[in-house]
């Protein structure tokens, strides 16, 4: 498609860009194109020897800006020569988005990987190191390794930060001049240092790493904060942004810690609803009443109770009872070789060595009758706000930014641009059905997965957790229908998975993460079969990871549909008070089948929309609370990443 008709392409499509910005990135994304040719008859040798005096021009001074046009067109010609792939206008469009310092909205499909190489190359040629934020581990490893041959190619290094590396290793890492890893690695490794440092107020910081060099300790593993780019932008901004980053001091348990976790767990059971405690699904949070208070004081209890205060184990039968109601097994957390391990919310991926705090991850593990770890205290902490706002330069690439554009430009200060695509999209989608049942939804999906496989047409099943996934998975062994799960269980064989959920009559069923950024490819069998149907299970507490699981459909201008499956028990009305949700299965009238008119819909995205707001607020708070907890420290001449006690 030739760059005019992209802007027919952009009002047909619904998008609503800043022109002017992509007027003049278009006009920019031309010149990129003519340079490439004059490249072409280069040798290697000649390429590199280009690229070296780029890298002196940036560091004599020369604005990177003006460099721009010169190193896109080497990088774009070093991705043809190592990878035989070239970067198409709305790539390079959008690389000149990222080096501007805004999130580019690319969608699914769109190769952001490789779009993410040009402002990397464009930011390392300062020599002061460019970091490059992916979701997982695994995506890291392979982007490091597949795209380092074009850096390479230019006289760059590249390194990769994954979660079993020594401190010598990273810091090797983190020298060279493009660093892939995660935003919880990178941003350890930051809290790590500033415990190395231990320093004072940032505006002596500079002296204070001065001071550490210079001492003979343990050297940093970082070199600075230069340039992020951040891949899957709003997974990693917006939905982790409500957990801080927390370097644990180990507070090890003694004999009455453990009873009192078990005790507490045991007690949640004698006590009445309402009358003794009160459960607030909305908040996750419970407390107890007077009545629950004088039950729980008269209670029989082990001998080595006796010495914690009555206000701790009020506490913990309150965090027993949130753990109890607020916490499921399968969709919170996993449990595997008698650990409690963390399922993320956003991602359906485990969190190894992560905890919640408060006694919260301990009142699980006596939920789940597997051994009591330590609880943590906190050594330093940050959030994914403050860690990102460290870096002089800031960028991120995503599929789904524009829902939160406004929530990004507030907190990040930087812009939202959507970058139309390489081929018109044209993805189909059905009116969603609603059951008064989970079952009945599930044995509506089940029907439809039939319906398509004797299409020949490949189906990704998107599940909001892994116990969905796996009852799921066991109605269609029942039909003997062959399929592959992919939840947070299996997340070592995503990528083979995800590739081959593209073959005709296929079933995978996937948890939130889907198998992000991973291709699904099609053939051409498939494609004349209408490409790949996306059925969603649930709608998920953001439309942004609905879109994501949508996205996953009807990329590079293939076909492909989706279809929304909805039922009066799915998680998302979890947050609404049970009397409310009985209430609402007595009103609702369904057909033999168990499914409700189609109006029901809108009561879903009501509740979708509040629990959208509730998690803006909490991320608000939490940013207004970091402020100030950040002026604080500062105004006392302390580092505010650290615990301080008197």
């Not at 690319?106 to 040629?125: F, S």
């Not at 957390?333 to 485990?350: A, N, P």
Request: aromatic share 6%.
């Amino acid at each position: 498609m030739s760059i005019a008709s992209h802007s027919y392409h952009w009002m047909k499509t619904g998008f609503r860009p800043a022109k002017s910005r992509l007027s003049r990135w278009s006009a920019t994304a031309g010149q990129i194109m003519k340079r490439c040719e004059s490249l072409k008859k280069m040798t290697d040798d000649k390429l590199e020897r280009y690229s070296l005096e780029l890298r002196w021009r940036a560091k004599s001074g020369e604005p990177l800006r003006k460099i721009l046009p010169e190193a896109y067109a080497l990088a774009r010609e070093s991705a043809w020569r190592t990878l035989k792939m070239e970067h198409f206008p709305v790539q390079l469009m959008g690389g000149i988005a990222l080096f501007e310092g805004g999130i580019a909205e690319m969608q699914t499909g769109e190769g952001k990987t490789l779009t993410a190489v040009l402002p990397a190359y464009l930011r390392a040629l300062m020599g002061k190191g460019c970091h490059v934020i992916t979701v997982n581990d695994y995506l890291a490893k392979r982007d490091s390794e597949t795209m380092g041959p074009v850096f390479n190619k230019l006289g760059l290094s590249v390194g990769c930060i994954t979660s079993d590396m020594e401190d010598e290793d990273r810091r090797i890492a983190y020298s060279l001049d493009v660093t892939y890893g995660t935003a919880n690695e990178m941003g350890f490794d930051f809290l790590r240092d500033r415990i190395r440092i231990g320093a004072s107020a940032p505006g002596q910081l500079e002296q204070a790493i001065t001071n550490h060099k210079n001492s003979g300790k343990e050297p940093l593993v970082q070199r600075g904060n230069y340039f992020a780019l951040i891949d899957e932008a709003d997974s990693v901004l917006i939905d982790e942004a409500r957990t801080p980053l927390i370097i644990g001091l180990i507070q090890p348990n003694d004999a009455a810690s453990v009873n009192l976790f078990r005790w507490s767990n045991r007690a949640t059971h004698q006590l009445e609803p309402e009358e003794d405690y009160v459960y607030e699904p909305k908040k996750r949070s419970s407390y107890l009443t007077d009545s629950g208070c004088r039950k729980i004081l008269l209670m029989a209890k082990p001998s080595l109770l006796d010495s914690i205060d009555t206000e701790r184990i009020y506490k913990q039968v309150e965090q027993s009872l949130v753990a109890r109601f607020g916490f499921l097994k399968d969709r919170d957390y996993v449990v595997v070789d008698d650990e409690v391990v963390i399922v993320d919310e956003s991602t359906g991926r485990m969190m190894d060595g992560r905890k919640w705090q408060d006694g919260l991850h301990q009142s699980i593990e006596a939920q789940e009758h597997v051994p009591i770890t330590a609880a943590t205290g906190q050594a330093a902490r940050i959030t994914v706000q403050s860690f990102f706002q460290n870096y002089a330069h800031l960028a991120g690439m995503t599929g789904t930014a524009a829902l939160a554009e406004k929530e990004i430009r507030k907190t990040y200060k930087v812009s939202v641009t959507s970058i139309p695509t390489h081929r018109p999209c044209i993805r189909q989608g059905s009116q969603a059905r609603v059951f008064k049942t989970m079952q009945a939804k599930r044995l509506a999906v089940v029907e439809e997965i039939e319906r398509l496989r004797l299409k020949r047409c490949p189906i990704l099943v998107g599940t909001p957790s892994v116990e969905a996934s796996e009852a799921l998975g066991d109605l269609l062994a029942m039909k003997a229908i062959p399929h592959q799960i992919l939840n947070a269980k299996y997340h070592e064989q995503e990528a083979e998975i995800v590739r081959k959920a593209g073959e005709p009559a296929r079933v995978t069923i996937a948890t939130n993460m889907a198998g992000r950024g991973t291709d699904i490819l099609l053939k051409d069998e498939e494609r004349a079969n209408g490409g790949l149907h996306v059925i969603a299970t649930e709608m998920h507490t953001s439309a942004r990871i609905d879109r994501q699981l949508i996205g996953r459909s009807a990329r590079q201008g293939d076909p492909g549909h989706y279809q929304f499956f909805l039922s009066l028990e799915d998680e998302l009305l979890r947050c609404l008070e049970m009397s409310q949700i009985e209430k609402l299965a007595r009103s609702a009238k369904a057909d033999k089948n168990g499914e409700l008119p189609a109006g029901w819909l809108s009561f879903f995205k009501n509740t979708q929309n509040f629990l959208e707001k509730l998690h803006r607020k909490q991320r608000r708070d939490m940013l207004k609370q970091e402020k100030n907890r950040i002026e604080m420290f500062h105004k006392m001449g302390l580092d505010p990443y650290l615990e301080w006690t008197e």
